[in-house]
């Protein structure tokens, strides 16, 4: 069974544009969530999606927006980006309905602004 | 909020039993993750605690104590690839809240 994927895995912008990123779950997970990881900061939430809907988004600003596809598959977008966006951004998926005992990531985009 | 702590640093020796502890204090729970993250790589699932009690998986096992906000993890017959980066995240209102981690360092 396939893992989650995540594309592309390595991007480069420059300040100021906006990028897009993509997470496919594993097969039958409904909930996608994204992390964003520094050096810094460690692993922070993003934001968790499960049918399309926004349950939960974490203390970022609003260049940061995702969305969920009826196919469960999720796109984040950072809008307007700043040197300190650049990060390991991860996407994770789980179960639906099962108080989530399982949540697998995708390896993840590195993304380095400049 | 959330208050997440663990060693920083941890070094024991291949064969060998290291145990992470966990304490936490959130303002809310409904279980607790253990992840392993090698350098430059995705964290990787190693364990789910949502009840209290031990959880056993093969070399690793995870510790639950709700009432008291601790957790551990507990990595037996150390091997040389066991040296990552140990995340210990509580899980509540659908997201993950990640300590700094635990790097440990298998020595030969």
């Known amino acids: 069974k396939a893992g989650v994927t995540q594309t592309p895995r390595y991007l480069i912008k420059t300040r100021g544009q906006q990028v897009t990123l993509s997470c496919s779950p594993i097969?039958?997970?409904?909930?996608v969530s994204w992390y964003q990881q520094t050096p810094g900061q460690g692993l922070q939430f993003l934001f968790e999606?499960?049918?399309?809907?926004?349950?939960n988004k974490g203390n970022f600003p609003g260049r940061f927006s995702g969305r969920q596809f009826s196919n469960s598959r999720s796109e984040m977008n950072v809008s307007t980006l700043e040197l300190g966006d650049s990060a390991l951004y991860l996407c994770?998926?789980?179960?639906?309905?099962?108080?989530?005992?399982?949540?697998?990531f995708g390896q993840g985009t590195r993304l380095t602004v400049v | 909020g959330q208050n997440i702590d663990q060693p920083t640093e941890m070094t024991a020796t291949e064969g060998a039993i290291v145990q992470i502890n966990c304490t936490y204090q959130?303002?809310?729970?409904?279980?607790l993750f253990w992840y392993q993250q090698h350098a430059g790589e995705a964290p990787t699932f190693l364990s789910y605690?949502?009840?209290?009690g031990l959880e056993e998986k093969g070399r690793f096992s995870s510790f639950l104590s709700r009432s008291k906000g601790y957790s551990y993890l507990l990595l037996k017959e150390l091997q040389m690839k066991d040296s990552a980066s140990y995340l210990c995240?509580?899980?509540?209102?659908?997201?993950?809240?990640f300590g700094a981690g635990t790097t440990v360092t298998v020595r030969a």
């Open positions: 605690n949502v009840l209290d």
């Open positions: 999606y499960f049918s399309e809907t926004q349950r």
């Open positions: 959130t303002s809310g729970f409904n279980g």
């Open positions: 097969s039958g997970h409904r909930s």
């Open positions: 994770a998926s789980s179960k639906p309905g099962q108080g989530n005992t399982e949540a697998f």
């Open positions: 995240a509580p899980y509540n209102d659908y997201k993950l809240s």
